[in-house]
């Protein structure tokens, strides 16, 4: 089946635009998370949705970083008055099951490369 | 969630087994070992995770030591298209933050024909 998809694959922008990042998980994930990717360093967390709430949003760096799922399912990160420092590799990834545990496995997508100029 | 330790990179010849070690000396009873790998340009893969027994699936084997402290992600007959980095991964069963995957750098496994 489809996997996570995630648009666009790169992102080219000036510093102080504003920029929207788009995950579709896997069909009937029902929890979702952002995490952001920097050169060299592992995933960060940034988001946890459970259906259309944002259960966890701890990891966002800042007021310019704000994410929706409206409708449970597709999730657009949204970053206002873009800065150098933004630029990284964004993934999403979703799971079936709300909360963690053992059996919640995190389906990733491919990222998409923000480059802030 | 437990810090992990791991080696920056490791070398393997094609077709031999690849051992990946990690330690991770502050686990605590409720929390499993994750291994999940990155290929080259695409998001992490999962790839097993355990509480104490050996576990084995499709893509590989992963032993846990009887304190638990540290663990090895064996992957039995290494391929190219295995190089990516593989990350090693505590986290919990229940409660708290969970959900979360607390990432580190890392091993960059290369494997070389």
């Known amino acids: 089946g489809a996997g996570v998809s995630q648009t666009p694959s790169n992102k080219v922008t000036e510093k102080g635009k504003y920029v929207e990042l788009r995950c579709d998980p896997i069909?009937?994930?029902?929890?979702l998370y952002w995490y952001r990717q920097s050169l060299g360093q592992g995933p960060e967390f940034l988001i946890y949705?459970?259906?259309?709430?944002?259960?966890?949003d701890s990891g966002l760096p800042n007021d310019r970083f704000f994410a929706v799922r409206p409708e449970g399912s597709v999730s657009t990160l949204k970053i206002q008055r873009t800065e150098r420092g933004d630029s990284a590799v964004y993934l999403c990834?979703?799971?079936?099951?709300?909360?963690?545990?053992?059996?919640?496995?995190?389906?990733f997508g491919p990222g998409t490369r923000l480059t802030v100029l | 969630d437990a810090k992990t330790t791991q080696p920056p990179s490791m070398d393997c010849a094609e077709g031999r087994a690849a051992n990946l070690p990690c330690n991770h000396s502050?686990?605590?009873?409720?929390?499993?070992v994750y291994w999940y790998r990155q290929i080259h340009s695409q998001g992490p893969q999962y790839i097993i995770h355990?509480?104490?027994n050996n576990e084995t699936n499709e893509m590989a084997s992963l032993i846990i030591t009887e304190d638990r402290k540290s663990s090895t992600l064996i992957l039995p007959h290494a391929t190219l298209r295995d190089t990516a980095v593989y990350y090693c991964?505590?986290?919990?069963?229940?409660?708290?933050?969970?959900?979360?995957?607390?990432f580190g750098k890392g091993t960059l496994l290369t494997v070389n024909p």
């Open positions: 502050t686990i605590s009873g409720n929390e499993y």
């Open positions: 949705f459970q259906g259309t709430g944002a259960a966890d």
């Open positions: 355990g509480l104490k």
């Open positions: 991964i505590v986290r919990g069963n229940s409660g708290g933050s969970n959900y979360k995957l607390t």
């Open positions: 990834a979703s799971s079936s099951l709300e909360g963690g545990g053992p059996r919640d496995t995190q389906y």
């Open positions: 069909s009937g994930h029902t929890a």
